[in-house]
Structure formats: C-alpha cells, structure tokens
C-alpha cells in the first residue's frame, strides 16, 4: 500500500526530524533516565510551541484539526529517534477521553494539554486484568456530590508525575465508569521503573474523592485505544527503520576475515528478512490509518490486526538488530538496546500480539 505525502505534511516530518536530532538521541535519553523523567519542562512547551500537542484536537476545542495521516508522520519521527515523553499518556489517550467529556471538563482542562501546562496519566490496568479493559476491580462510591475510589492500578505510564489521572473504576450499580482525580497528590504513587525505563506509577486509592465524567464509558475507552494504537505503530515503525538502518551501517564498517560482516549472504539474508518486517507493518499502519480517517466500519479490527504485526514484526527486527551488532548490541551507550526495549514496550501497551490477535479473530467474525 502506497501513501504520498502532501507539502506540509513533509514540512512537519523535516521538523520533527530536526527536534529528533537535538533531543532523540542515546545520551539525553540516558540522562533523562537518570534524573527520573520522562521530558524537561522546557522541550515539552517546545513541542507545544511547535503545535504538536494540539494536533489531534479539531479547531472546536482549540486543537490544530490534524488527521490520523499528520498523527502518523510525527509519531513516526518521534521513534526514530529516542525521544522520551508523555505524548501518548497526556496528549492521545486522555486528551482523546477528555475530548468526549462533558463541556465543562473538556473546557476547562484541554487547554492546558494543548499549551503544554499540565501532564496526565490514563489508570486503568490492574492485576487481574490482563490487558482486559472491561476486567476492573477498584469501586467508586457515592459521596455527596462526588465520588470516592479505592483499588489499585498498576504499570501507569507517565503514573509517577502526571498532575490529574483519568481512571476506570465500577459504580455501585456495576457498569464501568471514567472518573477524574484532579488532583493527582490525593492518592498513593508508589513510583516503579517501566521495561524501556522510562518512570511509571503504582497508584492505590483508599476513599481518593473523584468526579465522574462518564458512567457506561467501556466503548468510548475502548474507541480511544483503538484511535491510538496506530499511533503507537507509527512510533514502532520508526523504531525499526532506525534498527535496520543502524544495523546495515555497522555491517558495512565491522570487518571480519579481512572484509565487512556486510558482504556476508547469511547476513545480507537476515537483513533483507528485517526489510520485509518493517514493510509489513508499514502496509497494516496505512490500513488502520486510513480507516480511522474515514471512520470505516473495520477499524477496531484494523487496529488490532496493526498491533499482531507490531508484536511480530517488532520483536524481529530488534533480535536481528541485536544480534548482528554482537556483544554491544544491548550496551547503554548504544541506541540499538533502547529501541530494543521501547518495541517491548511498545508491544506490550494495550495489549500484546497474543490478546489483540484473539480480538482480532473476535472482531472479524
């Protein structure tokens, strides 16, 4: 499948290429690491100063009106380098769910998304639920005008600084609800360390008072992650066009028996095997991306077909990548280990290969 650019979708590529240059690379994500973050403040009202963060949000909520096409090209960019930041969290997921809020909420919290003023965090996994969006445990009880939650979400990505939570939670009448906890400091972070190493959160709430923003909000939550996850295929392929990439260069440079690893068959083989994964996932990106644009019946099926692929093919090419740069394929000073686990991660987040290749199955009839 083919997709051609338009002219200011290529000035956005160049942009984000030239961020990714400055702030992408091996050693700030090591020090970003470090410090325990996931962006500095300053690059973040960077890339809100760019427009990047109102680019999902149509003119009405103060967005850009960007298309799932302009989404793609920046998170594309984005994985090719080793930016580090709460664009998923904050911008896709509970901007995405915010923008299906009530006025109110949506009024008063979407602009300090889009000018870079606040970060969030979306609390729905829990231990026993298995990727399952619907398998929740932590209640919300009635009190007064508001609510109060007690339970336990795990793995809360950007969970650790995130200054407002959106979380899913059972009503008293059992149907499963989204609720705000705009202050993000009324519950317990336990702060942990995700398999990419950027920082996430365990959060437990005991009677952590509440708003609700939607009871029954299992189909707009789950219209939300499947609105993302090709956003997080664009990302992955990213990734893998950096690996091959690197990966064909260190083969041309690395000398073995008198000549380059390069001039290998064997080698040549694996890489050309690399080639084709990232091709697969690519034509199954244009598939879901298309279909969200036009709103296409299939587009849950779409959007779990991309993440098979994305488990698959990603897992690939980062062992091959590995493997062919030897011992120092999973140093930290190399870029290969840490686009190695951001495609874990990646697999990983709403759901692996196996789950989405059962809902997939389910969702095709």
């Given at each position: 499948m083919k997709l051609s650019l338009d002219s200011e979708q290529k000035l956005l590529q160049d942009s984000v290429a030239r961020f990714v240059a400055v702030h992408g690379t091996v050693e700030e994500r090591r020090r970003l690491r470090d410090k325990g973050l996931l962006i500095e403040p300053d690059t973040w009202r960077q890339m809100a100063e760019l427009g990047w963060l109102g680019l999902p949000f149509i003119e009405a909520h103060g967005g850009y009106g960007g298309?799932?096409?302009d989404l793609?090209?920046?998170m594309q960019e984005l994985g090719r380098g080793l930016v580090v930041q709460p664009y998923v969290s904050t911008v896709l997921v509970c901007g995405g769910l915010l923008a299906r809020a009530p006025e109110a909420e949506r009024e008063k919290y979407l602009p300090a998304i889009i000018a870079g003023e606040s970060q969030w965090a979306f609390a729905f996994a829990e231990h026993s639920g298995r990727y399952r969006l619907d398998r929740v445990e932590t209640r919300a009880e009635p009190d007064g005008d508001g609510v109060r939650l007690s339970g336990t979400k795990i793995a809360v990505l950007n969970g650790k600084h995130a200054e407002h939570?959106?979380?899913t939670?059972?009503?008293?009448?059992?149907?499963l609800g989204l609720f705000l906890v705009a202050d993000g400091d009324s519950a317990v972070r336990r702060p942990v360390t995700l398999v990419d190493g950027t920082p996430g959160a365990e959060i437990h709430f005991d009677a952590t008072p509440a708003t609700l923003l939607q009871a029954d909000a299992l189909a707009t939550v789950e219209e939300v992650v499947d609105q993302v996850i090709p956003a997080l295929g664009a990302?992955?392929?990213g990734s893998m066009e950096a690996l091959l990439e690197m990966t064909v260069e260190y083969t041309r440079t690395r000398e073995q028996f008198g000549q380059p690893i390069g001039k290998f068959q064997v080698l040549q083989h694996r890489m050309a095997d690399m080639y084709l994964h990232c091709q697969a996932l690519r034509s199954l990106l244009y598939r879901?991306?298309?279909a969200h644009q036009e709103q296409a019946p299939d587009r849950a099926a779409c959007s779990?077909?991309?993440?098979?692929?994305?488990?698959e093919s990603g897992r690939f090419v980062a062992q091959q990548a590995v493997q062919l740069h030897g011992g120092i394929g999973?140093?930290?000073?190399?870029a290969v280990g840490h686009h190695f686990k951001s495609l874990l991660a990646l697999n990983i987040l709403f759901g692996d290969a196996d789950y989405h290749l059962d809902r997939y199955i389910a969702l095709a009839g």
């Amino acid at each position: 499948m083919k997709l051609s650019l338009d002219s200011e979708q290529k000035l956005l590529q160049d942009s984000v290429a030239r961020f990714v240059a400055v702030h992408g690379t091996v050693e700030e994500r090591r020090r970003l690491r470090d410090k325990g973050l996931l962006i500095e403040p300053d690059t973040w009202r960077q890339m809100a100063e760019l427009g990047w963060l109102g680019l999902p949000f149509i003119e009405a909520h103060g967005g850009y009106g960007g298309s799932p096409v302009d989404l793609m090209v920046l998170m594309q960019e984005l994985g090719r380098g080793l930016v580090v930041q709460p664009y998923v969290s904050t911008v896709l997921v509970c901007g995405g769910l915010l923008a299906r809020a009530p006025e109110a909420e949506r009024e008063k919290y979407l602009p300090a998304i889009i000018a870079g003023e606040s970060q969030w965090a979306f609390a729905f996994a829990e231990h026993s639920g298995r990727y399952r969006l619907d398998r929740v445990e932590t209640r919300a009880e009635p009190d007064g005008d508001g609510v109060r939650l007690s339970g336990t979400k795990i793995a809360v990505l950007n969970g650790k600084h995130a200054e407002h939570l959106l979380v899913t939670a059972r009503s008293a009448q059992g149907g499963l609800g989204l609720f705000l906890v705009a202050d993000g400091d009324s519950a317990v972070r336990r702060p942990v360390t995700l398999v990419d190493g950027t920082p996430g959160a365990e959060i437990h709430f005991d009677a952590t008072p509440a708003t609700l923003l939607q009871a029954d909000a299992l189909a707009t939550v789950e219209e939300v992650v499947d609105q993302v996850i090709p956003a997080l295929g664009a990302q992955a392929l990213g990734s893998m066009e950096a690996l091959l990439e690197m990966t064909v260069e260190y083969t041309r440079t690395r000398e073995q028996f008198g000549q380059p690893i390069g001039k290998f068959q064997v080698l040549q083989h694996r890489m050309a095997d690399m080639y084709l994964h990232c091709q697969a996932l690519r034509s199954l990106l244009y598939r879901a991306v298309l279909a969200h644009q036009e709103q296409a019946p299939d587009r849950a099926a779409c959007s779990s077909a991309l993440k098979v692929k994305l488990g698959e093919s990603g897992r690939f090419v980062a062992q091959q990548a590995v493997q062919l740069h030897g011992g120092i394929g999973m140093s930290d000073e190399l870029a290969v280990g840490h686009h190695f686990k951001s495609l874990l991660a990646l697999n990983i987040l709403f759901g692996d290969a196996d789950y989405h290749l059962d809902r997939y199955i389910a969702l095709a009839g």
